[in-house]
């Protein structure tokens, strides 16, 4: 058989180990001061009280696993639910800049104003076609008048009222232009305010006053080469981009917390919540990409900002995250893992379990021990020795 310890053994133990070993081999012959031998049964070990080796054993009692996954690296971004990206849907010379960065803007609130050439002949066109709509309006209403007075032939008002219609599509078009540049035919010049679609906060600006602007600026395709004019968010609500690794995923669900740690505040912990969980991983660094929210309210996090991240359980949910333990507690036997509880005083017994990966000296133990129980975490071996000394 082979042993194998969950850690780098030390010179004082392998005195211990090998005193053990000696006095298990030595003559039976023993003087009236020696203290009686442990008793082995099976798994368990019984020592008499006042036992030297009693003084080579360190227990420790076994805790809730309340940290599922620890230190993960993280990207805050902004949370695109309460985020827009505002271009212009029109060309023409920035006559006016309204709003600056840090600025609280509401709904629809004016962000620029444009000397647009393109926005002044879509209102021309709408105008017109207002004036259109009631000219063939008259002319369809007068061309019935005659007809009910043997005035006009039949043709005359079919031709009138497909004039009006025509002319009422037009009109509907021409103010459906307007609508999409988030205006309407009462404008009385071809200046043109863009505005805010969503209330927020105004965390980027890309324009200036004189600048000539296009509409085919707006390309979300090459973000990287086309920056949008206003950037306006919530830079209370972020969101959280960690890349996880595969053998993290079974311990993560939407919904769990998520406890975020910044270098520029050590000292505070912002709450979070796991939202969703990638579906494919990435080929280059096989992890999966996790997205969380995190929530803050004093606005000390930013965006793009790196942070440190760790994976709560939820409190009903502790049972299915197991127990932790030094990893000391742990050796290994012919591929089987294996640790020693105390259950009584001087009394030991000897455990298979099923663990986890070794993380900052800690082993999650996910069945064979639970939490409340003691277990040995220096003298495993001693203790394994006596049981089975052909070990």
């Known amino acids: 058989m082979t042993i194998f310890l969950r850690r780098t053994i030390r010179p004082a133990e392998i005195l211990i180990l090998l005193a053990a070993l000696a006095l298990a081999g030595c003559s039976r012959e023993t003087t009236t001061n020696e203290q009686p031998a442990p008793q082995v049964n099976g798994d368990e070990v019984f020592f008499a009280a006042g036992s030297p080796q009693l003084d080579s054993l360190a227990v420790e009692t076994v805790q809730p696993r309340t940290v599922a996954i620890r230190h993960l690296t993280g990207r805050l971004y902004w949370n695109d639910d309460v985020t827009v990206r505002i271009f212009t849907p029109v060309g023409g010379r920035v006559s006016a800049v309204l709003a600056d960065i840090g600025q609280p803007v509401f709904t629809n609130a004016p962000l620029a104003e444009i000397d647009s050439p393109d926005f002044g002949q879509a209102l021309a066109a709408a105008r017109t076609a207002v004036a259109n709509l009631a000219a063939a309006d008259k002319a369809n209403t007068r061309a019935k008048e005659l007809f009910a007075h043997g005035a006009a032939a039949q043709k005359d008002v079919e031709a009138a009222e497909a004039a009006y219609v025509a002319a009422l599509a037009e009109r509907d078009r021409a103010e459906g232009v307007l609508a999409n540049y988030g205006s309407n035919d009462s404008g009385t010049n071809e200046f043109y305010l863009l505005r805010s679609p969503l209330a927020g906060t105004v965390v980027d600006k890309n324009i200036n006053p004189g600048q000539e602007l296009r509409p085919d600026m707006m390309l979300g395709n090459v973000p990287q080469t086309f920056n949008p004019l206003f950037t306006v968010s919530d830079p209370a609500k972020l969101w959280l981009q960690v890349d996880v690794a595969e053998a993290d995923l079974p311990s993560l669900e939407p919904g769990q917390k ?134």
């Open 258 to 391: 998520l406890q975020v740690h910044a270098k520029a505040f050590p000292e505070k912990v912002f709450e979070g919540t796991v939202e969703k969980i990638g579906d494919a991983m990435d080929p280059a660094t096989r992890t999966v990409r996790v997205r969380g929210a995190v929530a803050n309210p004093d606005k000390l996090l930013k965006a793009e900002m790196y942070v440190t991240v760790d994976v709560a359980r939820a409190a009903d949910k502790l049972g299915a995250a197991g127990v932790e333990i030094p990893a000391s507690a742990v050796f290994t036997v012919d591929n089987q893992n294996y640790l020693f509880t105390e259950t009584a005083a001087n009394h030991f017994k000897r455990q298979t379990v099923k663990i986890g990966t070794e993380a900052d000296g800690k082993v999650p133990v996910f069945e064979g021990v639970s939490a409340g129980q003691k277990v040995v975490t220096e003298g495993a071996l001693l203790l394994q020795s006596i049981v089975n000394p052909a070990d």
